[in-house]
């Protein structure tokens, strides 16, 4: 009996714990990716050399193939690929329509508001003078952002007028749109819920606290952790948010992974993406419900109904390494790891001695990650902290950049 063939978009470290899952549930693995030093084209059963952009070709691809199913993770990029082949060739995920809006900043916030969410209010701009217009009439802070970018690339903050031309330059620069998005800047505490939508209802729903990093108006998620404490209400109006949004966008059999803003009992949907979230967040889920997260994601793309029961939870949280600088790794101190892993702390390194690192820009800019099973904020830094120090560059470890 011939394996079912599964389809993964991306072959890069947020992808490789998919492929693995994949294989060890007795599939074949069939990876898409452009050429690059990726880890999981090695993993694949078969590799194609194709821009996880052109679904025309990964349909085609998929055809020939006669794949039971297609799904990614943490990336935006793959998402319309994902609709495209799911809608013409009958299989579980996002639909087309859905794929388009969520990866499209403007068409996700023209539907959300249409839909009745509760959203920041933006303008498309064309050009500096309508950018200038938009950000004096919502109001300093504002937020300019790429429409069609992931993992916080060309979206910056702009306090005052002096900053605005910095950040509407960083967007353009990153965006293949001829406008981009001024949005209202809400003063809020920044959480994340990620979910799994069945047939346009949520299966399984877990907010959870971000930790957050800024460099340069840019800020960007580094970390979770769960569970997230909340009012009975505000509980409520957060699942209720969501319940809205992916009616607006007409999202069904995929996870969702959303960034919120919460103040008191208030809640405003920022941005919803059609794909299980990045830094540690699937790892972390299945710490926390006890169940496995890319397992789950797998067995809905290939039209087997998931159940998401867990029996009890565990709190966990994680963060990423990364550099403040860049630089060449220089020496790991191995067993500094070691020590940490066997405290049950799991401590991934995505790069090896002599390998470039870069200062920490966006969210595909890290060098490793660190999780364990605990509540305490302070416990996870310890852990951190001796991660770092075992991170050697040239004039110091990461911990000692860090410091500085």
Known sequence: MSKKKLMILGAGIYQVPLIKKAKE????????????????????DSFYEIDTRDYEKILETAKREK???????GTDVAVRAIGFVCDNLGLCGIPREAAWKVTDKLLMKEALKAGGVSTA??????????????????????????????????????????????????????TKKPYVLVEEFI?????????????????????????????????????????????????????????????????????????????????WLIEVGGRTGATCIPELISIYTGYDWYEKIISY??????????????????????????????????????????????VQLDYQVGDKIEAMKNGTDRIGQVIMRTGSEAELEEALSHAR???WLSKGNLEERWKN
């Open 25 to 44: 549930m007795g599939l074949e693995t069939l990876v898409v990716s452009i050429k690059g030093n990726y880890p999981g084209i090695a993993l694949a």
């Open 67 to 73: 794949i039971s199913g297609i799904c990614t993770s």
């Open 121 to 174: 209010d933006f303008r498309k701009v064309a050009s500096y003078e309508e950018c200038v217009e938009s950000a004096n009439a919502l109001g300093f802070p504002v937020m300019v952002k790429a429409v069609d970018s992931s993992g916080s690339r060309g979206i910056h903050r702009a306090d005052r007028m002096e900053e605005l031309e910095y950040a509407w330059q960083e967007a353009k620069k990153v």
């Open 187 to 267: 003063e809020a505490d920044e959480i994340g819920v990620d979910a799994f939508i069945g047939e346009e209802k949520i299966e399984a729903f877990f907010p959870h606290e971000k930790f957050t990093y800024t460099v340069n108006g840019t800020t960007m998620p580094i970390g979770h952790k769960f569970p997230y404490h909340a009012s009975k209400k505000l509980m409520e109006n957060l699942r209720h948010q969501i319940e809205l949004a992916i009616k607006a966008l007409g999202m069904k059999n995929c996870p969702l992974n959303a960034d919120v803003f919460v103040r008191g009992e208030q809640v």
């Open 301 to 346: 793309a290939l039209g087997e109904k998931a159940e998401f029961q867990s029996e009890e939870t565990h709190p966990c949280m994680g963060a990423l390494l990364f550099s403040n600088q860049d630089g060449i790794i220089e020496k790991i101190e191995m067993d500094k790891l070691k020590s940490l892993v066997q405290k049950g702390i799991e």
């Open 389 to 391: 120090e075992a991170v």
